[in-house]
């Protein structure tokens, strides 16, 4: 978020008259874009990495679209323009350009070809030092220039005819002329290279003068021109500051000279080169569609002038039907009972299942026509619009009719029912009274299932990737931010082509999903587990749990003085107030004024990381560590579940709905949100309190039946190791067990230390943790972490071949699977790339088949429990799934019988012709509330 007074500078840039040279930092760009967006997935679905290519060429099109500039060049790096000959060090510590960046280069420069982009660039030279020399040419010729950069060092050749773009993340680039400038950094921009002088430039290895930080060397060039102006004066400056500035004397100017952007380079401005023609349309177009830029394509074509090649758009190829009275109805049911396949989508007020309220059922029994049925659309105020406030419109159905005409063919079992996302529809309408059934296919589930790691998981990206069709985003119909609309204000007219496209489009997806789960192998998985789920997570999500909302109330009050407490005490130890959540006020308490340790601690751009793991390095520095880790945990629970379970209360039903999202994880585990109940914390006293607000009413408790151990029974399975299997089939305590393997002793000497320690151990390697996580995690050096793992692997061999097999074939298969054949690629495997990216894929790939395999047995036993307790005619119910845990809201009468079954179910719930080698292990708890249970079986 921009600050008041440097917004308000931006909204006053205007440039004159003068015609205006565009110059592009193409280096700086891709760079940016590279990290800035690599945990974004930019990957396409053959493997090749587009990060940087999609960050440069959003910045590039938004120039065209926004500026229409008739000279444009871009700069890109050839050296170090020779200053590594007076510092060596200079740019030392970066590390080589990652090969993933590097072949997005040639891609770069394939579009820069294709758009007829003028290159500058000099042998040995930076592309800052040609953008210094061009833009001072520029302006000596009587252009304006305007600079699109990553690099900030760019900003000090700002003056009254130059200007600096810094593109960001979302769109809202920043752009600088010499007033925002001054709002940002309180200096002239003439002075930011005296600046970097003073406090260096860690990113660029600019040394600057040890002790000067950014802070007192601003305060310095707001009281002095520059260098020569600083030292003249020594005597006007603290004691500190003076012997700072007296030992640092040499670095700073030396740093000055490294932080000048050369101006007079032997390089001539040819304007007439630089001006931009007509682009060749089909390479730009052929290079995003191999890409995989839909927006990108579209953008182009309507910059050349034409719709974007190889897309229509649905409105075009989707009849629309509107249902307003009996007779319309009586017609579409009519088609609906004679149907092969019904696709079905509604249209609510939200994206809350259990409060959104139905506005109109879209339907499709083919792709070229959808039907929709207005229910609840508010009337016109006569300017084309409506309100939330107005009375529903005259033409419309009313929706008891509505329901009891649609209920008989939606809930025949012989028409197959098809929709993306089917979970959120199912829901709405079996709040309104009709249980659609059989859900026969989910677009949504068959494209994660064949790709967990699409980027095409939403209905209108997948339609665009999969039919080249174009659809209408639901922001062009709602709008956006404060005056965003519901559905319900949309006019039915307007809102009736998007619905209809939404039904047909799903209907035309079915077949090529269904061929691409085919070709994946995977159609079996997807139509025996994922499907069957559906409506035994729609029952847990309309259940709901009860919550003790006045226990919550109480623990916040206590939380809020427990906070208050620990506040005090770190200001006492800190030396006075400060933000604890402020990364850099705690920099300041903790290097500076405290003075810890910062050796092997990460850098960021306020100075030293003050996350979690750091803290944890730094815990027996201070006691202030442990009071500050402990307010951040008391806090995040306190406003993340203490404070926000109450508000998420379902009025109507008075329980607690959270949604499951069976896409949540690549390896088939399930994730919740609103609220997240995954990550409620089990092993700290805080969150054990959270548990207790989750409560049975009354005759009723809370049946929880846990997997022992079933990730590491998974791995002995997989892995086939002798000793793993023998000890989980004598029934032993597995991570007492391995610390007695590995240390060479018997089950009785191994200490509660050495338990935990191969605790660590077992479940890392599960995760594809080596000797460097394993080191991180203990506190070891990372040699007595591989010495660890080695002796480790040389007690259970098995785990070892199965590391080393995995890793080998996934390089081969560029996939691995679980037992149940659920698989995941790899990009950057499956492209041959050895990067960083690959490394973690690989520790994934390790990991895949252990968790998918757990994900996938667990899911089985939620299908199988649930036709287990229909058959016995029990009223107990599934309330919440988290991990590798099943509650149940279970009558006390029933225990006896409901206990017992459901550990059964899990102990057998194993994929049609498999088993495992060793027994799958369950055990129950019972009680009144999620936290007080005690075991009552095995």
């Given at each position: 978020m921009l600050c008041p007074s440097i917004r308000a500078a931006q909204q006053a840039i205007v440039l004159g008259e003068r015609p205006v040279l565009y110059l592009i930092d193409g280096h700086a760009l891709a760079y940016r874009s590279f990290f800035a967006l690599q945990r974004a997935g930019f990957v396409t679905s053959s493997g090749e990495s587009t990060s940087a290519v999609y960050g440069f060429s959003a910045t590039l099109l938004n120039i065209f679209e926004k500026f229409q500039p008739k000279y444009l060049a871009v700069t890109f790096d050839k050296g170090l323009s020779g200053r590594e000959a007076f510092y060596p060090d200079y740019k030392s510590s970066r590390p080589p350009m990652p090969p993933d960046l590097k072949a997005q280069f040639e891609r770069i420069f394939e579009l820069v070809a294709a758009f007829n982009i003028p290159q500058l660039t000099m042998p040995n030279m930076e592309a800052d030092d040609i953008l210094g020399t061009i833009s001072r040419q520029a302006v000596e010729q009587g252009l304006d220039v305007h600079i699109a950069t990553g690099d900030r060092d760019i900003l000090q050749l700002l003056g009254p005819h130059v200007r600096v773009q810094l593109p960001q993340r979302r769109g809202d680039d920043i752009v600088y002329d010499e007033a925002a400038f001054r709002a940002r950094y309180k200096i002239e921009p003439s002075q930011l290279i005296e600046l970097k002088a003073l406090m260096g430039d860690s990113s660029d290895d600019i040394p600057g003068v040890a002790g000067i930080g950014e802070k007192s060397a601003t305060k310095l060039l707001q009281q002095y021109r520059d260098l020569e102006d600083i030292y003249a004066h020594l005597d006007e400056h603290s004691t500190r500051v003076r012997n700072c500035l007296i030992k640092g004397k040499d670095m700073a100017f030396l740093s000055r000279r490294l932080a000048t952007i050369m101006r007079d380079l032997d390089i001539q401005l040819d304007l007439d080169a630089c001006v931009l023609g007509d682009f060749e349309l089909k390479t730009v177009d052929d290079v995003f569609s191999q890409l995989e830029f839909r927006s990108h394509r579209e953008r182009a074509h309507k910059l050349h002038g034409n719709e974007a090649a190889g897309i229509v758009k649905a409105d075009d190829v989707v009849e629309t039907v509107i249902v307003r009275d009996q007779t319309a109805l009586d017609d579409l049911v009519n088609t609906l009972n004679r149907a092969a396949m019904i696709a079905f989508d509604t249209e609510t007020t939200g994206l809350d299942q259990m409060t959104a309220e139905l506005v109109g059922i879209a339907l499709a029994v083919a792709g070229e026509r959808g039907y929709y049925i207005p229910v609840s659309h508010r009337a016109n105020n006569g300017a084309g619009q409506s309100s939330m406030f107005s009375e529903p419109t005259g033409d419309q159905l009313p929706l008891d009719e509505v329901i009891a005409a649609l209920r008989p063919p939606l809930e025949n079992p012989t028409i197959p029912k098809v929709a993306h996302n089917a979970l959120y529809d199912l829901v709405i309408l079996q709040r309104y009274g009709i249980d659609v059934a059989p859900i026969a296919f989910d677009t949504l589930l068959?494209?994660?299932?064949?790709?967990p790691i699409s980027k095409f998981l939403k209905l209108k990206a997948l339609v665009a990737h999969t039919l080249d069709v174009q659809?209408?985003?639901?922001?062009?119909?709602?709008?956006?931010?404060?005056?965003?609309?519901?559905?319900?204000?949309?006019?039915?007219?307007?809102?009736?082509?998007?619905?209809?496209?939404?039904?047909?489009?799903?209907?035309?997806?079915?077949?090529?999903?269904?061929?691409?789960?085919?070709?994946?192998?995977?159609?079996?998985?997807?139509?025996?587990?994922?499907l069957p789920l559906i409506p035994i997570i729609s029952q847990m999500q309309r259940k709901g749990v009860a919550l003790d909302v006045d226990f919550l109330r109480e623990m916040s009050d206590q939380q809020r003085n427990r906070l208050s407490e620990l506040q005090a005490q770190i200001f006492e130890l800190g030396g006075g107030k400060f933000n604890i959540n402020s990364p850099k006020q705690l920099n300041e308490i903790l290097f500076d004024r405290l003075g810890l340790p910062t050796e092997g601690l990460n850098r960021t751009k306020l100075g030293f990381s003050t996350d979690a793991n750091t803290l944890n390095k730094l815990r027996n520095e201070h006691e202030i560590i442990g009071l500050i880790e402990s307010y951040r945990e008391l806090a995040k629970l306190k406003s993340t579940y203490v404070d926000a379970l109450p508000t998420l209360v379902n009025p109507r039903t008075g329980r607690l709905h959270t949604s499951y999202n069976q896409t949540g994880a690549a390896t088939g585990r399930f994730s919740s949100s609103n609220p997240n109940l995954q990550n409620i914390p089990n092993r700290s006293e805080v969150g054990r309190q959270v548990r207790r607000a989750f409560i049975a009413p009354a005759g009723y408790g809370f049946l929880a039946v846990d997997y022992n151990q079933i990730e590491l029974r998974v791995m002995a399975h997989i892995s086939e190791d002798a000793t793993l299997i023998k000890a989980f089939q004598n029934g032993l305590d597995i991570h007492r067990a391995t610390a007695a393997a590995v240390y060479g002793i018997g089950l009785d000497e191994v200490s509660a230390e050495q338990r935990d320690f191969a605790k660590r151990v077992n479940f890392g390697l599960c995760y594809g943790q080596g000797a460097f996580g394993l080191a991180s995690q203990t506190g070891l050096t990372r040699a007595e972490a591989q010495s660890f793992i080695d002796a480790y692997f040389a007690e259970m061999p098995g785990v070892k071949q199965y590391i080393d097999t995995t890793r080998a074939r996934v390089w081969e298969q560029g996939y691995t699977e679980t037992l149940y054949g659920r698989r995941r690629s790899y990009p950057q495997i499956k492209a041959g790339r050895r990067s960083r990216g690959a490394g973690n894929e690989e520790r994934a790939a390790i990991n895949m088949p252990i968790q998918g395999t757990a994900a996938d047995i667990l899911k089985q036993s939620m299908i199988d429990l649930d036709a287990r307790l229909r058959a016995a005619g029990c009223a107990a119910a599934m309330i919440l799934q988290v991990h590798d845990e099943l509650v149940l809201e279970v009558r006390e009468e029933e225990l006896a019988a409901v206990g017992p079954l459901v550990v059964e179910t899990m102990e057998a719930a194993l994929p049609d012709g498999k088993s495992l080698r060793v027994p799958l292990k369950a055990k129950a708890s019972w009680g009144g509330n999620w936290r007080d249970m005690h075991e009552i079986l095995p």
């Open positions: 068959a494209e994660w299932l064949s790709n659809m209408t985003e639901i922001d062009e119909l709602l709008g956006k931010g404060k005056d965003q609309k519901t559905m319900r204000q949309i006019n039915i007219e307007v809102a009736a082509p998007y619905a209809a496209a939404d039904a047909s489009m799903t209907w035309r997806l079915v077949q090529p999903l269904r061929d691409k789960l085919a070709d994946e192998c995977v159609g079996s998985l997807y139509h025996k587990l994922e």
